[in-house]
């Protein structure tokens, strides 16, 4: 079976296929955010670049898209009719991919979680379950995010250095007398 578009329009249509900041990872990066949850995107120092972490309380979320990971819902049960050996392998090596960077997540200590692009539909539940990783995944009291462990020791540099200013009390002014 042919493709239905030429080799340009194909590359054009293809091109448009986003890795970050899709649809379904800003719907999800916007329910984490109202329910109170700070994040980092994409930490390139952790296994997989979780889309969202919550460094603070270990927990890794990952958002997938049904059909580019497999999941096994209607649209990830699809396969497409062109190319077949093509695409069979390539959500494999995906879903392979997935559950590697998950085991190396949790060998070191981090929660990870999956929001799938189908269970967006059902805002209710979704927005139960996320409540329900933000309270379970308390803020671990052992872990240091790198990045605010260096604005940390910047700050008390800047403190350290700088003099503080303030008026001199009564009594530290020769010739005054002391207030009683």
């Known amino acids: ?33 109202s329910l109170g949850g700070r ?23 990952f958002v997938h898209g049904c059909f580019w990971h497999g999941h096994d819902c209607a649209r990830g049960a699809r396969v497409p009719k062109a190319n077949q050996p093509y695409w069979i392998a390539k959500i494999t090596r995906n ?6 960077a998950r085991k190396a997540l949790e060998a070191a200590g981090w929660r990870v979680e999956t929001i799938w692009e189908c269970r967006l539909k059902d805002a209710a539940a979704l927005e139960a379950e996320v409540t329900d990783w933000l309270r379970t995944s308390s803020p671990h009291p052992h872990a240091r995010d790198p990045g605010a462990e260096r604005l940390r020791a910047v700050k008390e540099e800047t403190k350290a250095a ?11 002014i020769p010739g005054t007398p002391r207030r009683r």
Do not use: Q
Not at 162 to 172: D, H, T, V
């Open 1 to 33: 079976m042919t493709d239905v578009y030429g080799a340009e329009k194909r590359s054009a249509v293809m091109r448009r296929v986003k890795a970050k900041g899709t649809g379904p990872e800003l719907a999800a990066r916007r329910l984490v955010w």
């Open 162 to 172: 700088k003099p503080r200013l303030r008026a001199p009390r009564s009594r530290e």
């Open 39 to 61: 994040y980092r995107l994409n930490r390139a120092d952790l296994p997989g670049k979780p889309d969202i972490v919550l460094a603070g309380r270990r927990l890794a979320i």
């Open 95 to 100: 879903r392979a991919r997935d559950t590697t």
